[in-house]
């Protein structure tokens, strides 16, 4: 999930400038960030006011964008942020549940480079990547921020045969965003487990990379940790994910 952060964690992140593309804040910014550059046919789902795609076009990392939601009022929102790109052929607005608008539509609308999969609980995002898959939908890439159930969004994505390409945490207010690009192989891609399944492979290699990725993924850990803390014991998910932060802290502690 994302977790809100004590205040001197806060702070002390805070000094990381965050990313801004494409006029967009720093949420947004994470999840446009690792759409690559030029993809071809973005789809947006739960795109909600369409900032995202609007974003990725000004900034040219999308040469079309498909805003997908399932609700009418939040695709006119999606229309107006859109329009200009609408206007040119450059963007669409769909109204349907995950990827199942590409199903049966015309070039170049009816197969995406990349899926944006944001605002959604781990549980939801899995189920439209299984559904997606057996239409023949899934894209080359997939760029996910779930709410909560990181853990669930891993396997899904592993089951469906994507590799982890990178992951990122950001400041967003007191909250830490975790942000993943998965790519799709054509080997079989093993479930993740341990650090892999519950933090991340592709956050604990970052975290070696410098001091701002070591102190995101510490004060991460944190604030999972204060969680896990007020959780009754005794329950499968928390005691394991206990025992995963736990070893990280001790044995694998990113280097300053």
Same mark, same amino acid.
Request: aromatic share 4%.
């Given at each position: 999930?994302?977790?809100?952060?004590?205040?001197?964690?806060?702070?002390?992140?805070?000094?990381?400038?965050?990313?801004?593309?494409?006029?967009?804040?720093?949420?947004?910014?994470?999840?446009?960030?690792?759409?690559?550059?030029?993809?071809?046919?973005?789809?947006?789902?739960?795109?909600?006011?369409?900032?995202?795609?609007?974003?990725?076009?000004?900034?040219?990392?999308?040469?079309?964008?498909?805003?997908?939601?399932?609700?009418?009022?939040?695709?006119?929102?999606?229309?107006?942020?859109?329009?200009?790109?609408?206007?040119?052929?450059?963007?669409?607005?769909?109204?349907?549940?995950?990827?199942?608008?590409?199903?049966?539509?015309?070039?170049?609308?009816?197969?995406? =480079?990349?899926? @944006?999969? %944001?605002?959604? +609980?781990? *549980?939801?995002?899995? $189920?439209?990547?299984?559904? #997606?898959? &057996?239409?023949?939908?899934?894209?080359?890439?997939?760029?996910?921020?779930?709410?909560?159930?990181?853990?669930?969004?891993?396997?899904?994505?592993?089951?469906?045969?994507?590799?982890?390409?990178?992951?990122?945490?950001?400041?967003?207010?007191?909250?830490?965003?975790?942000?993943?690009?998965?790519?799709?192989? =054509?080997?079989? @891609?093993? %479930?993740?487990? +341990?650090? *892999?399944?519950?933090? $991340?492979?592709?956050?604990? #290699?970052? &975290?070696?990379?410098?001091?701002?990725?070591?102190?995101?993924?510490?004060?991460?850990?944190?604030?999972?940790?204060?969680?896990?803390?007020?959780?009754?014991?005794?329950?499968?998910?928390?005691?394991?994910?206990?025992?995963?932060?736990?070893?990280?802290?001790?044995?694998?502690?990113?280097?300053?």
């Amino acid at each position: 999930m994302s977790w809100t952060l004590e205040e001197d964690d806060r702070a002390r992140l805070a000094r990381w400038p965050a990313p801004r593309v494409g006029g967009l804040g720093g949420r947004l910014s994470a999840l446009a960030l690792l759409v690559p550059e030029g993809a071809e046919t973005v789809v947006d789902v739960g795109a909600d006011h369409g900032q995202l795609g609007s974003g990725l076009l000004r900034a040219g990392r999308a040469q079309r964008v498909l805003a997908v939601d399932r609700s009418e009022s939040a695709l006119a929102g999606a229309r107006a942020a859109l329009a200009p790109w609408i206007q040119r052929g450059r963007a669409r607005t769909a109204l349907g549940d995950g990827l199942e608008p590409l199903v049966g539509a015309e070039p170049p609308w009816g197969k995406a =480079a990349c899926a @944006v999969l %944001a605002g959604l +609980g781990g *549980a939801a995002i899995a $189920g439209i990547l299984d559904r #997606a898959a &057996a239409s023949g939908a899934l894209p080359e890439t997939v760029v996910t921020q779930p709410l909560t159930g990181h853990h669930l969004v891993r396997l899904a994505l592993a089951r469906q045969g994507y590799a982890a390409r990178d992951e990122r945490l950001d400041l967003d207010g007191r909250r830490l965003v975790a942000t993943a690009v998965h790519v799709r192989t =054509a080997e079989p @891609v093993p %479930a993740p487990s +341990g650090p *892999a399944l519950w933090i $991340g492979a592709a956050l604990v #290699a970052r &975290a070696r990379t410098g001091a701002r990725e070591a102190e995101h993924l510490e004060a991460w850990c944190r604030a999972q940790r204060r969680w896990l803390d007020r959780c009754p014991p005794g329950e499968r998910r928390t005691d394991r994910a206990r025992g995963v932060l736990e070893a990280l802290g001790e044995a694998d502690r990113p280097a300053e």
